[in-house]
């Protein structure tokens, strides 16, 4: 026959052991609170640079698919005499976008970029020579390094630079005449 337990014989948590589990517990969900916080920042970070380099390929691309010099042949580096650096639409050749700033950015017919506002984009336009592209030049060498910045504040995301040179002829004029 088996000895009668009583209800105080019988295994049970004790108060202390209780009170230890409760603050493992909470301690690991303290500990996984902040890791979940610590990845969430980090996708918005990422998603942050992400977005700038989009919005500085969008640009960057805009200026390399204009002339090299003015098309109405003007020789000044910058905006000639009608364009107007905040009117995107007037600039018609790469150089007249140095020093163009843009915050919130907006794309080329003007309209706003959808969640872009904290960011902005800035372009620098510079003579360099042919075999030093990134040491820039006082006078015209035939090859323009830009340079498209998109930060958000003073941190910096992205930062892309392209060349264009006028050696090269425009591809309507290569492709002119061939069948």
């Known amino acids: 026959m088996?000895?009668?337990?009583?209800?105080?014989?019988q295994p049970a948590f004790s108060l202390v052991e209780t009170a230890i589990a409760t603050l493992l517990v909470g301690g690991l969900f303290v500990v996984a609170m902040n890791m979940v916080g610590a990845?969430?920042?980090?996708?918005?970070?990422?998603?942050?640079?992400?977005?700038?380099?989009?919005?500085?390929?969008?640009?960057?691309?805009e200026i390399l698919a204009l002339p090299y010099e003015d098309p109405e042949g003007g020789i000044v580096f910058g905006i000639e005499l009608g364009e107007l650096l905040g009117l995107r639409s007037s600039l018609d050749d790469i150089d007249d976008y140095h020093q163009f700033s843009q915050s919130p950015p907006a794309d080329a017919q003007g309209k706003a970029i959808p969640?872009?506002?904290?960011?902005?984009?800035?372009v620098l336009v510079y003579w360099v020579e042919a075999d030093s592209p990134a040491v820039p030049h006082p006078s015209e060498t035939g090859v323009k390094r830009v340079v498209v910045q998109v930060s958000i504040g003073e941190k910096k995301l992205a930062q892309l630079a392209g060349l264009a040179t006028s050696a090269w002829p425009e591809v309507t004029a290569m492709t002119e005449g061939t069948p």
């Open 39 to 61: 990845s969430r920042i980090t996708q918005s970070r990422y998603a942050d640079r992400e977005q700038a380099i989009i919005l500085a390929e969008d640009m960057l691309n």
């Open 115 to 122: 969640g872009a506002d904290r960011f902005t984009r800035e």
């Open 2 to 9: 088996k000895p009668y337990r009583t209800h105080s014989q």
